[in-house]
């Protein structure tokens, strides 16, 4: 199986600042990697699929980069509703596996 | 607009069985791949199960903590994708989101449902 591993596990940052999320994967998945955003009491949301295409209707501040196995979420400018838990999965072959979770919490 | 709407979770005793259903809409849901993905409480997020399309043959893969135990399932005519749950273990206690491919199994999960909570007790 794919093994996942996100870093950091938690980030505390203020409203305006550039976050970066790292995701490694255990072998290369080419660019098979998924980001989500997750809120408390809500369903995963896409946000960035192919490691770097945003999905519709996501924000310009979102954005991915890398392949092979090391890929980054970016997002540019804090704003209040980013705050949430962010997740990558590889959907390079099943099973298909998530990282454990970025929190991203306001300081 | 794409709506998946599960149904059927609530509390079991271990060793009992459960049937999840997700009903989509808005969407050709014989065309698109269906996954099932659960998320203990407090945890990340499990790829469960998913089933291709008939486009491809329908096939199914399962996780290895449920396969042998967990089967899933579509009626395109109904627009109904189930997860027929047996020999249910604490362990499998977890909110459970079905989700649609879009398209194929190596695309992202770009619709998910809201979710439907099984809890497993005693």
Same mark, same amino acid.
């Given at each position: ?33 998924? /980001? ?25 501040r979102f954005s991915g ?43 | ?26 969407f050709a849901f014989g065309?698109?791949?269906?996954? /099932? ?13 998913? #089933? ?19 089967? #899933? ?50």
């Amino acid at each position: 199986d794919i093994q996942m591993t996100q870093s950091p596990s938690s980030l505390s940052a203020s409203v305006g600042d550039r976050v970066t999320i790292l995701c490694r994967a255990s072998q290369s998945i080419s660019t098979y990697l998924n /980001w989500y955003q997750q809120k408390p009491g809500k369903a995963p949301k896409l946000l960035i699929y192919g490691a770097s295409n945003l999905e519709s209707g996501v924000p310009s501040r979102f954005s991915g980069r890398g392949s092979g196995t090391e890929f980054t979420l970016a997002i540019s400018t804090l704003q209040p509703e980013d705050f949430a838990t962010y997740y990558c999965q590889q959907s390079y072959g099943a099973p298909y596996t998530f990282g454990q979770g970025t929190k991203l919490e306001i300081k | 607009e794409v709506q998946l709407v599960e149904s059927g979770g609530g509390f079991v005793q271990p060793g009992r069985s459960l049937r999840l259903s997700c009903t989509g809409s808005g969407f050709a849901f014989g065309g698109y791949a269906l996954s /099932w993905v659960r998320q203990a409480p407090g945890k990340g997020l499990e790829w469960v199960a998913f #089933i291709r399309s008939k486009t491809y043959r329908g096939t199914i893969e399962y996780a290895a903590s449920v396969k042998g135990r967990f089967t #899933i399932s579509r009626d395109d005519s109904k627009g109904v994708a189930y997860l027929l749950m047996n020999s249910l273990t604490t362990e499998d206690t977890a909110i459970y989101y079905c989700s649609r491919h879009a398209l194929t199994v190596t695309d992202p999960f770009d619709f998910w449902g809201q979710g439907t909570l099984v809890a497993v007790s005693s």
